[in-house]
């Protein structure tokens, strides 16, 4: 199971072709908008959130909401674009009018410029390099969310702290914080945790690097635009404690393995170990301030000058959560899909079915993950 997805943030839309997935799936299409519009919130949400309300469109590979196992596409369409489309139309030449030569320090527009022969205008780097992408990609893990509550398998997400803050956007003193930093022109990041619950024991594998589950999710958390760190567990505190403390030591109950704590995060030796998988990621700074910073002028024989100001979030940290959601969920799916039978849907869930058995139950519930950080 693979997925392409091709669009600019300004664009007519965003687009995706998945291809692998379970034939005679029924998707909910209500759920995966539901989805969509939690990505769009939060507090330090900018302009553009106003104008946008996404909603998925799907065009090939399901019939009356079926999956035929033939390629799905997803369409979300940028209702922006009509505000851009001169500048960005696809395949009219109207000419630029300001185009952007002052590349933003965080951003991929210097280095993007450089290698693909854009430093007349870095819009077209920053275009595909926008967060926006990341829609299609909540819509794509939606789907994936969909057939793993199919075999029980749930993937939640909170956010941990926004800045120095520890809490999330609800706590009256972020919303406050937040309208300081959006005041002095300035962004900041945050950090997010990913829970998957009900996972089944074994998925992953410890006999070759592109196979561990770890390895994989950690990839995928670090391809979300502005994710700087991942990590798994007790993470970093792993490194202070002395094994005795750190290892979860085996139980057997009722004729089924547990752990006394989980702060392995889920996974040893690169494989599900049954317990809840819980990681934890950090977000930096959104690089678009209203604040300028100092840069060069590309156009201007690199003169020293200050970045563009244009519209911006503060804090994109609670989307920032769903999108790591929904990235992990397809995740998941996809090792799960290329590990059992998935040609239908009733393989992949007989075959779930079965490696729980195999795994004797090796699932814990939620509960025994509070003990997870001490
Ligand atoms: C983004 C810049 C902003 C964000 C955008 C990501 O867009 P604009 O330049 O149109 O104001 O709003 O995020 C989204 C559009 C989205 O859907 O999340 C960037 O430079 O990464």
Request: net charge negative; aromatic share 6%; proline share 3%.
């Amino acid at each position: 199971m693979r997925y392409l997805t091709a669009g600019e943030s300004h664009g007519p839309q965003l687009t995706a072709i998945i291809e692998g997935f379970p034939a005679g799936f029924f998707i909910d299409f209500e759920q995966i908008n539901k989805q969509l519009a939690r990505r769009q919130q939060g507090h330090g949400r900018g302009g553009r959130m106003k104008i946008e309300t996404d909603t998925v469109r799907c065009v090939a590979g399901v019939r009356q909401t079926k999956t035929l196992g033939s390629p799905i596409c997803f369409i979300i369409e940028n209702k922006d674009y009509t505000n851009w489309e001169e500048t960005m139309h696809p395949m009219e030449r109207t000419g630029v009018a300001h185009p952007q030569t002052a590349p933003r320090p965080g951003h991929a527009d210097l280095v993007g410029a450089l290698k693909y022969h854009h430093t007349d205008d870095v819009r077209n780097v920053l275009e595909r390099a926008s967060a926006r992408e990341t829609a299609i990609h909540v819509a794509i893990g939606a789907l994936a969310a969909q057939l793993l509550a199919s075999v029980g398998i749930r993937v939640s997400s909170r956010v941990l702290s926004i800045g120095s803050y520890e809490g999330d956007e609800q706590s009256l003193d972020i919303q406050a914080y937040l309208d300081t930093v959006r005041a002095q022109g300035d962004s900041v990041g945050g950090s997010v945790e990913i829970m998957i619950e009900q996972m089944p024991a074994g998925v992953g594998s410890y006999v070759h690097y592109d196979r561990k589950l770890d390895g994989i999710l950690a990839q995928a958390m670090l391809s979300i635009n502005a994710c700087k760190a991942i990590s798994f567990g007790a993470g970093v505190q792993l490194g202070i404690w002395q094994g005795s403390q750190a290892h979860d030591e085996i139980l057997y109950e009722n004729g089924m393995y547990k752990r006394k704590t989980n702060h392995a995060g889920g996974i040893e030796g690169g494989m599900s170990n049954g317990m809840p998988i819980v990681m934890t990621a950090t977000l930096k700074p959104i690089p678009t301030l209203m604040k300028p910073l100092q840069t060069i002028d590309l156009a201007k024989h690199n003169e020293v000058t200050q970045t563009f100001r244009e519209r911006s979030d503060v804090s994109v940290v609670h989307a920032f959560s769903v999108v790591a959601e929904h990235v992990v969920a397809w995740n998941i799916a996809q090792v799960l899909c290329e590990q059992l039978r998935s040609d239908t849907i009733e393989q992949f869930q007989a075959d779930v079915q079965q490696l729980r058995k195999q795994m004797r139950g090796m699932v814990t519930d939620a509960k025994v993950n509070s003990e997870c950080t001490e």
